[in-house]
């Protein structure tokens, strides 16, 4: 009697560790997935902030530009605005 006892308590435990061993997979399984997704999105918006700081910079460096160089301001407001100096002659020629 006490073998068919052990015996079926050996069962019982057997096919608990293995829904144990069941649950505890998918859980990591899902996790495991989970990280991988927050790991692609890390990824993604470390390339989104490189691409934003080197946008940055350039426009610092054109307001450095705009505000400490001259030569600069001239040469945007002859080129993008058209402006010319007194008694100045501008040629446009075909590209």
């Known amino acids: 009697m006490f073998r068919f006892i052990a015996k ?3 069962y019982i435990l057997s096919a608990v560790l293995v829904l144990v061993i069941a ?4 859980a990591l399984l ?6 991988s997704a927050f790991k692609q ?3 993604e918006l470390a390339a989104v902030l490189e691409a934003r700081q080197t946008e940055l910079r350039e426009r610092q460096e ?6 400490d160089d001259p030569e600069f301001i ?7 605005l058209g402006f010319t100096k ?3 002659r501008v040629y446009h020629f075909g590209k």
Do not use: F, I
């Not at 899902?30 to 990280?35: A, D, H, M, N």
């Not at 054109?62 to 505000?67: G, N």
């Open 8 to 10: 079926g308590l050996v």
């Open 23 to 26: 649950v505890m997979g998918t």
């Open 30 to 35: 899902g996790t495991y997935r989970e990280y």
């Open 41 to 43: 999105k890390e990824v």
């Open 62 to 67: 054109y307001l450095r530009m705009v505000l």
């Open 74 to 80: 001239d040469r945007v407001v002859r080129e993008k």
């Open 86 to 88: 007194p008694n100045e």
